[in-house]
């Protein structure tokens, strides 16, 4: 088993307090640049460096915890919470919103998520027992994190074209086309924006890039070959659950912005903070 070998491998060197801290000082490359060039980013960079620092560590206390109990149950109810978060996150992004849109992100990057994160756990890994929280977290984290960036973007694209292109839209249904058919392309457009950005990472690695973790395992003392292996393993399961994500969640969006009646609710559609 690949993912268990590596991942319960042991690196050579443990980091310190030190070289923790001597990498975060890096981020001073950032605020300077921002001060330099008045881009107004310096309270941004702060918050979100403090913030990551502070969610890592706690994260890192709690699945202390979850990987000594051992059980089901957490390791269940954090992937929960994560989802929930990965959710709310995606509609964070988005320039338009509909009712119910906070429901359909959670429930279309679960569904994807977690049943590209089982086949992969139950078929590919087989890890023992199945709800090994050493697999199951990293691999829940790793889809749920790019699932969201997919939704988010497939459904703000969808949102912003269709509004964009009321007017063509409008005139498609007053001649007799069907809902689908006036919006078709708008959702195949977002669709195809939505999976852009695993594509173009999939197409680099390896040649461009070494993917975060293949990095990782090699880091902890992998063979390069099992660390290829399992790379490979985890960006099929991530493009799978993001073109599930993506279309779930344009299917949401499309069933709750159009009626039976194939007429767009335009009232529905509003940008965000109004």
């Not at 460096?49 to 915890?65: A, D, H």
């Not at 086309?177 to 999939?202: G, H, S, Y």
Request: contains cysteine.
């Amino acid at each position: 088993m690949i993912l268990e070998s590596t991942i319960t491998a042991q690196p050579d060197n443990i980091l310190s307090g030190t070289d923790v801290a001597i990498a975060s000082s890096l981020i001073l490359i950032n605020g300077l640049i921002s001060w330099r060039m008045k881009l107004g980013l310096e309270r941004q960079i702060l918050w979100s460096s403090l913030r990551m620092t502070v969610q890592l560590t706690l994260l890192g206390l709690v699945l202390r915890q979850i990987f000594e109990m051992s059980h089901p149950l957490p390791v269940l109810a954090l992937a929960a919470v994560m989802t929930v978060i990965a959710g709310v996150s995606a509609v964070h992004r988005i320039n338009h919103r509909f009712p119910g849109i906070y429901v359909s992100a959670i429930i279309s990057v679960w569904a994807s998520s977690w049943l590209v994160t089982a086949v992969a756990t139950l078929f590919v890994v087989r890890s023992d027992p199945w709800f090994s929280p050493q697999v199951v977290i990293p691999l829940v984290g790793m889809v749920l994190g790019n699932s969201l960036t997919g939704i988010s973007l497939g459904m703000d694209r969808f949102l912003d074209e269709l509004t964009r292109r009321r007017g063509e839209v409008e005139m498609m249904l007053s001649l007799g086309a069907t809902r689908w058919e006036a919006c078709q392309d708008v959702f195949a457009k977002a669709a195809r924006i939505a999976m852009i950005p695993i594509l173009n990472t999939m197409s680099v690695a390896g040649i461009v890039s070494l993917p975060g973790m293949m990095t990782g395992q090699l880091l902890a003392g992998a063979s390069p070959t099992q660390a290829v292996q399992y790379q490979i393993v985890i960006m099929f399961v991530i493009a799978a659950a993001i073109a599930m994500g993506v279309i779930l969640s344009l299917g949401f969006a499309f069933m709750r912005v159009t009626n039976k009646s194939h007429q767009i609710d335009w009232t529905s559609v509003r940008p965000t903070g109004s």
